[in-house]
């Protein structure tokens, strides 16, 4: 006998293949989710700013970037409708406000003033908070200017041949935004090659420093002349030099570092905006629209003019060029310095 019972009526018909319906689900799964995200997205940039735009300035009050942020703020507040606070996080020579922002969402409502001190500080810390291009998406530069080498007026140096000759016959310091600031490097650069000794001082921020200098705690800054002017004309402050390479059109009467007997001497700053990486462009594009526009308006222009800033204007993608290229120009003077920090 057959193990198997015979059939029991016509065979069933094979159940319908549904593979290729499964694969289709699957394959229009994910253009089905992006889609709604898709259209989140372009909903939020075009409703941005939805809400109080943070403006990070990583020195304490007082100094070159904190009084251009908060020239800044009211006036992009009125063309975005929204309020633009000026938050101050001092630290590090600027990192601990620009790692605040390196971390924020990327939407356009976190932003962070910077200056050359962004690219400077990283090299000569050895703990790396943040990559300072990769870790943020560039907006726009705002201004560039020569620094200023000031003394307290109560020092006996009328010119940076009586600053040398003073520093070779007494103990003398100088003071900085911080650690790897402009200040900090270009007073090593002048040391260097003045060969000369000075003790520097390092403060958390431009606004502290420069208020030790003028009450004479400290003697020697080399400073950003936005918050230095007042005090020089004010006569509390004795101006010197400029760091430039060449004199610069708001005080062209006073010479350069090099012209004064260093040789070889130039530094230079910048300042502009930062946002973490990552901002769509639309934002970034609109922020970068406004910021020109203030920068270039005659009253803004001629306050930073008249104050040894050059307003600039860029477009991000310049913005970003400057920054590779000065991190490889500084990356070579740090080095030779042999700068380094815990």
């Given at each position: 006998?057959?193990?198997?019972?015979?059939?029991?009526?016509?065979?069933?018909?094979?159940?319908?293949?549904?593979?290729?319906?499964?694969?289709?689900?699957?394959?229009?799964?994910?253009?089905?989710?992006?889609?709604?995200?898709?259209?989140?997205?372009?909903?939020?940039?075009?409703?941005?700013?939805?809400?109080?735009?943070?403006?990070?300035?990583?020195?304490?009050?007082?100094?070159?970037?904190?009084?251009?942020?908060?020239?800044?703020?009211?006036?992009?507040?009125?063309?975005?409708?929204?309020?633009?606070?000026?938050?101050?996080?001092?630290?590090?020579?600027?990192?601990?406000?620009?790692?605040?922002?390196?971390?924020?969402?990327?939407?356009?409502?976190?932003?962070?003033?910077?200056?050359?001190?962004?690219?400077?500080?990283?090299m000569v810390?050895?703990?790396?908070?943040?990559?300072?291009?990769?870790?943020?998406?560039?907006?726009?530069?705002?201004?560039?200017?020569?620094?200023?080498?000031?003394?307290?007026?109560?020092?006996?140096?009328?010119?940076?041949?009586?600053?040398?000759?003073?520093?070779?016959?007494?103990?003398?310091?100088?003071?900085?935004?911080?650690?790897?600031?402009?200040?900090?490097?270009?007073?090593?650069?002048?040391?260097?090659?003045?060969?000369?000794?000075?003790?520097?001082?390092?403060?958390?921020?431009?606004?502290?420093?420069?208020?030790?200098?003028?009450?004479?705690?400290?003697?020697?800054?080399?400073?950003?002349?936005?918050?230095?002017?007042?005090?020089?004309?004010?006569?509390?402050?004795?101006?010197?030099?400029?760091?430039?390479?060449?004199?610069?059109?708001?005080?062209?009467?006073?010479?350069?570092?090099?012209?004064?007997?260093?040789?070889?001497?130039?530094?230079?700053?910048?300042?502009?905006?930062?946002?973490?990486?990552?901002?769509?462009?639309?934002?970034?594009?609109?922020?970068?629209?406004?910021?020109?526009?203030?920068?270039?308006?005659?009253?803004?222009r001629d306050?930073?003019?008249?104050?040894?800033?050059?307003?600039?204007?860029?477009?991000?993608?310049?913005?970003?060029?400057?920054m590779v290229?000065?991190?490889?120009?500084?990356?070579?003077?740090?080095?030779?310095?042999?700068?380094?920090?815990?």
């Amino acid at each position: 006998m057959s193990q198997f019972p015979p059939p029991s009526g016509p065979a069933t018909p094979p159940a319908p293949v549904r593979l290729p319906l499964l694969a289709m689900a699957l394959l229009l799964a994910p253009a089905m989710l992006h889609a709604p995200s898709a259209a989140a997205q372009a909903t939020a940039e075009a409703a941005w700013p939805s809400r109080p735009v943070r403006l990070v300035v990583p020195y304490s009050p007082g100094g070159g970037l904190d009084i251009l942020a908060r020239l800044l703020a009211p006036r992009l507040s009125e063309r975005w409708g929204q309020g633009v606070v000026v938050d101050n996080r001092p630290g590090a020579s600027g990192q601990l406000g620009a790692q605040i922002v390196a971390n924020a969402a990327p939407d356009g409502h976190t932003l962070v003033m910077i200056s050359t001190e962004h690219i400077t500080a990283p090299m000569v810390y050895r703990r790396q908070l943040y990559d300072p291009i990769a870790s943020f998406t560039p907006v726009v530069q705002t201004g560039a200017q020569s620094y200023l080498l000031v003394v307290n007026a109560g020092l006996p140096a009328q010119s940076v041949k009586d600053l040398v000759a003073l520093a070779r016959s007494r103990k003398l310091n100088y003071t900085s935004a911080g650690t790897g600031s402009v200040g900090h490097l270009s007073g090593e650069l002048f040391k260097s090659l003045a060969s000369i000794e000075m003790t520097h001082v390092p403060y958390k921020g431009t606004g502290p420093a420069l208020g030790d200098t003028v009450s004479g705690q400290v003697q020697v800054m080399v400073v950003n002349p936005l918050p230095a002017m007042p005090h020089i004309k004010s006569g509390r402050l004795r101006l010197l030099a400029v760091t430039d390479s060449r004199r610069i059109a708001s005080l062209p009467d006073v010479p350069t570092i090099a012209e004064a007997g260093i040789a070889g001497f130039g530094t230079t700053g910048w300042n502009g905006l930062l946002a973490p990486a990552g901002t769509p462009r639309p934002v970034v594009a609109r922020i970068n629209e406004a910021v020109v526009a203030i920068v270039r308006a005659p009253e803004l222009r001629d306050r930073m003019s008249s104050e040894g800033t050059e307003p600039i204007g860029s477009t991000p993608e310049a913005f970003r060029a400057l920054m590779v290229a000065d991190q490889k120009r500084w990356t070579a003077v740090v080095s030779k310095m042999k700068i380094d920090v815990d």
